[in-house]
């Protein structure tokens, strides 16, 4: 098989970084180049592109059509690691990717399982660029990841895991803890990207990943069993208290649409009642949605496990995602 040409747009993110770096672990497979937009050129972490070899290709996704066809010529596979609040930007880039002939379209999906239609307002979101995907008749692939490893430890009494916390004080059990939830660790997001996107089967169809499927109550007893510390501290959150904070956030959407807090304080309310209320996020209701299962696709690859990402937490090995 001829090496495929691959644009990921948001390679200076968290999520692009990981894919960018699974497929340059591939250059017998892919030739991989980074769709950057013209505000971003100067920024440093475009520049660590340059550095590891990545050519970009300079466009803005909202600019003139013609100007984005062109950007997207001669592209196998555009994959979309965009940021959570942006992804209506995405629609022009499937009618571009229609034109200019890509042979498969990977819209930003990489969230948790979840369905369409009021349970998450994101999801509804990426639902609309799925949508206009169809319409269109674009061949593509959706991936989700379920929840980073990276975000879904509780804190220790001694501190020793802060430094790695994006969300502090983070000691909080939704719904009684007790809801299965999938786990894929940030850094395979890439390595299984790698394999989807070779992959003739996954063509047309949505895939979802996962190293683990653990409960709230199981990452606290492991947390306590790995570090020997007892979490005394858990902040008990009701079902009834995530629905209300659902509806606090979107009332003042309504109030104020451009409030970005607002906006984000949905999503963080949206991914618990789905998660942990709905218990939305895992392997069965995957299956019953009609994805297909990475870890069954690719029984050779080994991902992270929680639990070995708990033994670099706790060795202090591990970085925290920053938001730049
Ligand atoms: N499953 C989970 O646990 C989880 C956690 C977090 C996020 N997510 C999902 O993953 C997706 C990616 O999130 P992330 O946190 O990885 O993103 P991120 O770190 O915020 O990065 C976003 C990337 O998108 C680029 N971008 C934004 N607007 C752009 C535009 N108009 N043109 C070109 N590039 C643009 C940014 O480039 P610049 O350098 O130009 O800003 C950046 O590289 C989101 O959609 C979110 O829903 C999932």
């Known amino acids: 098989m001829s090496k495929q040409k691959v644009l990921i747009l948001g390679a200076t993110g ?12 591939d250059l017998e497979s892919f030739d991989v180049e980074a769709l ?3 505000s971003s050129v100067d920024k440093p972490q475009v520049k660590n592109l340059a550095a590891k070899g990545v050519k970009t290709r300079v466009v803005d996704i909202d600019g003139p059509l013609d100007e984005l ?3 997207l010529t001669g592209i196998d596979v555009l994959i979309s690691a965009i940021d959570a609040t942006s992804q209506l930007a995405q629609l022009q880039l499937v009618t571009a990717a229609k034109k200019a002939g890509v042979k498969r379209f990977v819209p ?15 999801r509804d979101a990426k639902e609309q660029v799925y949508q206009d995907i169809w319409k269109q008749y674009v061949p593509y692939t959706i991936i989700d990841v379920g929840y980073w490893h990276q975000i879904s430890f509780p804190m220790l009494p001694s501190g020793r895991v802060d430094y790695a916390s994006h969300m502090k004080p983070k000691v909080e059990i939704h719904a009684g803890g007790t809801a299965p939830t999938l786990l894929t660790d940030l850094r395979d ?9 070779k992959d003739p089967r996954t063509l047309n169809k949505f895939v979802f990943t996962y190293s683990d499927v653990l409960s709230e109550n199981e990452i606290f007893a492991l947390m306590e069993e790995m570090s020997g510390e007892k979490i005394e501290q858990r902040k008990y959150v009701s079902a009834d208290d995530i629905i209300a904070a659902r509806d606090k956030a979107a009332a003042d959407i309504k109030a104020d649409p451009a409030n970005r807090m607002a906006q984000l304080m949905r ?17 069965a209701y995957a299956k019953y949605l009609g994805y297909l299962d990475a870890r069954e696709l690719y029984p050779d690859f080994q991902p992270i496990t929680f639990r070995d990402f708990v033994g670099e937490l706790l060795g202090g090995k591990l970085e925290m995602p920053h938001y730049h």
């Open 108 to 122: 930003c999906a990489f969230i948790t399982v979840a369905p369409a239609g009021g349970v998450f307002e994101l």
């Open 36 to 38: 950057v937009r013209p």
């Open 189 to 197: 997001i890439g390595p299984f990207v790698a394999r989807i996107i």
């Open 267 to 283: 999503i963080r309310a949206d991914y618990k009642y789905s998660k942990y209320v709905r218990a939305d996020n895992t392997p």
């Open 14 to 25: 968290h999520t692009g970084e990981s894919i960018l770096n699974g497929l340059l672990k």
């Open 69 to 71: 066809v062109k950007a």
